[in-house]
């Protein structure tokens, strides 16, 4: 017998050699339907293979992002074996998981292409071969054996990623007539996957390498259900709808130029008015939380990054270093912004009573990325984060670490992002080499996070591996209106750097002390949350956000004049806006300014100028009657603080 434990901590006896499933029926029968893949001791593992030793078990169903990865993973060795189908001698290069769906990198035959037309056919025979309900077969082999097999079948991508396995760790998966080298896990049986549709063909250089041979990478998702592949795709046509890209150019917020550089925004008048208040409103939240604003240099001296670590993490990858007419004077491009913030601490001599000093910037940073990753908004080259450092006492870390998630709930709220779970990224433990700084400051930090994130009652998820290369951090994964993931806000414990800076203060024992950092950004960064709010609101900003608040709309140039007064009156209450004075009916006014989600449309005419009040409208709700000029401006202000209470 051996002993299972449970997530909750419960624990139960089962005969050697049980799998999943069968442990996932003793509990219920329903629930054995619902699996799909488990992890054992915190290796991901089929619902169908035998476990031999005592261990700690979690099942996961389809809902769970384990679940969708084994589905989904399961789902491109179907896709690869359809292809193989109807391209015979068809090479397969790496087939993974991505955030929705799989791809797999082929190389097609001599002769041989594939389009889109292609699809419904290469679709349909998925579909058949799933419904031969086919097991997954796991089968353990010797590096020779796989060398042998993929040696006969001609498929030299293979034979160079099993050339990089040791012997021992090798194993094949096999469904039906396909076999593929692959450490899984997978499905029970192909009968699982009830809908599937193929996305897009792209070019993808093997290895990511550009000087090797160019593959073609065929995208699909799949689904248990055709319900939820329906769903998908309307979710779908709606993000096209909501693309922060084509709303972006729409609304006048941002542009990009080749002519200044790819991935290298430029904010216009309307976007920088709402950038700014985006701006304006966590500097006075962090105002009141004791911070302090600061200013830093867009560049640095190399040594500086040398110094913090970033130099190595960062410095291939970034943009080539500027060389002054001095010898040997090299600056780069900041990557961070805490080197420099870690050098203001550094600028005097610090006392325990100093701390905690909270350091607060928007400042912005510069990383090479490669052209191909480059995405609007959300992947840039140039970005601003609404950066912080706090310096504070080893005691202080918990109730600083505390604040800031008071502060990026604040947020959250104001902005209705309120779908998100907090995730706690900690270390990978199996690979410390990727990391700086001891083992004891690290088992701190993790733990400073696990124990605020608990007090404060969130919901956490523990992701190994995810930690930044100086600390760990509690990442705020937000979902938007159309229930996609984002990572917004992120908080951070670091030991490190006030080492590599040897920062200090004067305790209360007049003895020298190294000072605690916190790094935060509730934002994330000012392009790629302005991009997620766009699309998370479809363009339709809170009001006290929104760069125009409403438009005039004179029924006829007679009216223009009036409209000016009116624009003067609602200038002096602080209410934004602008006149629609062009030559056209007031009908087609209206629907124009629909399109560009003014919240508020305010029709004057001969009516309106007698009584000297406005007819307005709200955005895609209609008609609110007529008003006066001042019941307009208390109403806008009202509303505007009912959303920032």
């Known amino acids: 017998m051996i002993k299972i434990k449970f997530p909750d901590q419960t624990e139960r006896e089962f005969s050697e050699g049980i799998n999943p499933i069968e442990i996932a029926k003793s509990l219920s029968n329903s629930l054995a339907k619902e699996i799909i893949v488990a992890t054992v001791d915190g290796n991901l593992w089929d619902s169908t293979r035998p476990i031999y030793t005592n261990c700690e078990i979690k099942l996961h169903k389809w809902d769970d992002t384990e679940g969708k990865h084994c589905f989904w993973h399961s789902s491109a060795h179907i896709m690869a074996e359809a292809l193989e189908y109807f391209y015979p001698g068809v090479k397969f290069g790496i087939g993974p998981t991505i955030e929705n769906g799989f791809y797999y990198d082929i190389d097609l035959p001599d002769g041989a292409t594939i389009s889109d037309s292609d699809f419904a056919k290469i679709e349909k025979k998925i579909l058949e071969i799933a419904q031969g309900k086919h097991d997954f077969a796991r089968k353990e082999?010797?590096?020779?054996?796989?060398?042998?097999?993929?040696?006969?079948?001609?498929?030299?991508?293979?034979?160079?990623?099993?050339?990089?396995?040791?012997?021992?760790?090798?194993?094949?998966?096999?469904?039906?007539?396909?076999?593929?080298?692959?450490?899984?896990?997978?499905?029970?049986?192909?009968?699982?996957?009830?809908?599937?549709?193929?996305?897009?063909?792209?070019?993808?250089?093997?290895?990511?390498?550009?000087?090797?041979?160019?593959?073609?990478?065929v995208y699909g998702i799949s689904f248990p259900k055709q319900k939820l592949l329906d769903e998908y795709l309307h979710m779908l046509e709606e993000a096209k709808k909501r693309d922060h890209r084509k709303l972006g150019k729409e609304l006048e917020l941002f542009m990009f130029s080749p002519k200044v550089g790819m991935g290298l925004p430029m904010w216009l008048p309307k976007g920088a008015m709402l950038r700014e208040r985006l701006e304006n409103f966590l500097k006075k939240v962090q105002k009141k939380y004791g911070y302090q604003q600061v200013i830093t240099p867009h560049i640095g001296m190399k040594d500086l990054y040398v110094t913090s670590g970033h130099y190595e993490k960062y410095g291939k990858d970034s943009f080539q270093p500027i060389f002054t007419p001095a010898e040997n004077e090299e600056f780069l491009l900041k990557p961070m912004n805490c080197p420099h913030h870690c050098e203001i601490y550094k600028s005097k001599p610090r006392s325990y009573k100093d701390l905690p000093l909270r350091l607060a910037e928007f400042g912005t940073v510069y990383r090479y990325e490669q052209s191909g990753e480059l995405h609007g908004l959300t992947r840039v080259r140039g970005f601003t984060q609404d950066d912080a450092h706090l310096?504070?006492?080893?005691?202080?870390?918990?109730?600083?670490?505390?604040?800031?998630?008071?502060?990026?709930?604040?947020?959250?709220?104001?902005?209705?992002?309120?779908?998100?779970?907090?995730?706690?990224?900690?270390?990978?433990?199996?690979?410390?080499?990727?990391?700086?700084?001891?083992?004891?400051?690290?088992?701190?930090?993790?733990?400073?996070?696990?124990?605020?994130?608990?007090?404060?009652?969130?919901?956490?998820?523990?992701?190994?591996?995810?930690?930044?290369?100086?600390?760990?951090?509690?990442?705020?994964?937000?979902?938007?209106?159309?229930?996609?993931?984002?990572?917004?806000?992120?908080?951070?414990?670091?030991?490190?750097?006030?080492?590599?800076?040897?920062?200090?203060?004067?305790?209360?024992?007049?003895?020298?002390?190294?000072?605690?950092?916190?790094?935060?950004?509730?934002f994330g960064s000012m392009e790629r949350f302005v991009a997620v709010l766009i699309?998370?609101?479809?363009?339709?900003?809170?009001?006290?956000?929104?760069?125009?608040?409403?438009?005039?709309?004179?029924?006829?140039?007679?009216?223009?004049?009036?409209?000016?007064?009116?624009?003067?009156?609602?200038?002096?209450?602080?209410?934004?806006?602008?006149?629609?004075?062009?030559?056209?009916?007031?009908?087609?006014?209206?629907?124009?300014?629909?399109?560009?989600?003014?919240?508020?449309?305010?029709?004057?005419?001969?009516?309106?100028?007698?009584?000297?009040?406005?007819?307005?409208?709200?955005?895609?709700?209609?008609?609110?009657?007529?008003?006066?000029?001042?019941?307009?401006a208390r109403f806008i202000n009202k509303e505007i603080e009912k959303e920032l209470e």
């Open 141 to 217: 082999v010797s590096k020779d054996e796989a060398i042998q097999y993929f040696q006969h079948k001609g498929d030299q991508y293979k034979l160079e990623l099993i050339d990089e396995l040791s012997d021992g760790t090798i194993t094949f998966y096999s469904q039906n007539s396909f076999t593929d080298l692959c450490r899984g896990p997978h499905l029970a049986d192909t009968s699982y996957i009830k809908a599937v549709k193929l996305m897009s063909i792209a070019g993808a250089f093997w290895r990511g390498d550009e000087k090797r041979k160019q593959l073609t990478r």
């Open 391 to 522: 310096f504070c006492t080893p005691d202080q870390i918990s109730e600083e670490f505390k604040k800031v998630i008071d502060i990026v709930l604040y947020i959250f709220k104001t902005l209705k992002f309120n779908d998100f779970t907090a995730q706690i990224s900690l270390r990978d433990p199996s690979d410390k080499k990727k990391y700086i700084g001891t083992d004891e400051n690290w088992e701190k930090a993790e733990q400073a996070i696990i124990d605020a994130a608990s007090e404060k009652g969130l919901t956490t998820k523990v992701e190994l591996g995810e930690a930044a290369f100086y600390g760990p951090k509690l990442d705020f994964m937000v979902k938007d209106a159309l229930g996609r993931k984002w990572q917004l806000g992120t908080i951070q414990v670091d030991y490190n750097l006030p080492e590599r800076f040897e920062l200090e203060y004067v305790g209360s024992d007049d003895r020298k002390h190294r000072p605690v950092m916190i790094h935060r950004a509730p």
């Open 535 to 632: 699309e998370h609101t479809e363009g339709k900003f809170p009001l006290w956000l929104s760069p125009e608040q409403f438009v005039i709309l004179p029924i006829s140039e007679k009216y223009n004049e009036y409209a000016n007064q009116v624009l003067q009156m609602l200038d002096a209450y602080d209410v934004r806006g602008f006149i629609d004075d062009r030559n056209e009916k007031i009908g087609r006014k209206i629907r124009d300014n629909e399109m560009k989600k003014i919240p508020y449309l305010l029709v004057v005419g001969e009516k309106e100028l007698e009584n000297k009040t406005l007819s307005v409208r709200k955005q895609a709700e209609g008609d609110l009657g007529m008003q006066t000029i001042e019941e307009f």
